[in-house]
């Protein structure tokens, strides 16, 4: 990810992909397929729209979140670092979507991050729309991920 901002921007409409024809929601069970993450730490609840060229996903913020309880009592506040776990997590789903891949074979890692700026702290009862595009693609991909409040 190069950047990784929460902002007060609406999300994306489904179907407004500048590139590759966008496929519709998926369910869970897609992406827990293409995923290897669980419960507590997979932090994309839906996939709003996924094409090569764009992956729009979302995270409904709980008040029952298990980091709420240590981060901050009180003040309860979505670390950044979790914020930027999901756009990864989005990007793991873009990038899936590009190459053949095969998830019981094969793990996408997350290797680098640039320019994060945090606008607005995100809080219980958010929901955060994450949208990831990629800037390269192939044996490994930079992308560019921003989270929307």
Do not use: W
Not at 17 to 38: D, Y
Not at 83 to 103: C, H, K, N, R
Request: net charge neutral; glycine share 10%.
């Amino acid at each position: 990810m190069t950047d990784g901002a929460a902002s007060d921007s609406p999300g994306g409409a489904a179907g407004d992909s500048p590139g590759g024809a966008a496929r519709p929601a998926m369910k869970a069970e897609q992406i827990l397929g293409l995923l290897p993450h669980r419960y507590p730490f997979l932090l994309i609840d839906r996939v709003l729209e996924v094409s090569e060229d764009k992956v729009v996903a979302l995270k409904n913020v709980s008040f029952n979140e298990p980091f709420f309880q240590g981060h901050f009592p009180g003040v309860p506040v979505m670390p950044g670092v979790l914020q930027i776990e999901a756009m990864a997590q989005a990007g793991g789903i873009l990038a899936s979507q590009s190459v053949t891949f095969d998830p019981t074979t094969h793990v996408m890692l997350f290797m680098a991050i640039d320019a994060v700026k945090f606008r607005k702290a995100v809080v219980p009862g958010d929901q955060i729309i994450i949208e990831v595009v990629p800037l390269r693609k192939g044996k490994i991909f930079k992308m560019r991920g921003e989270c929307k409040v």
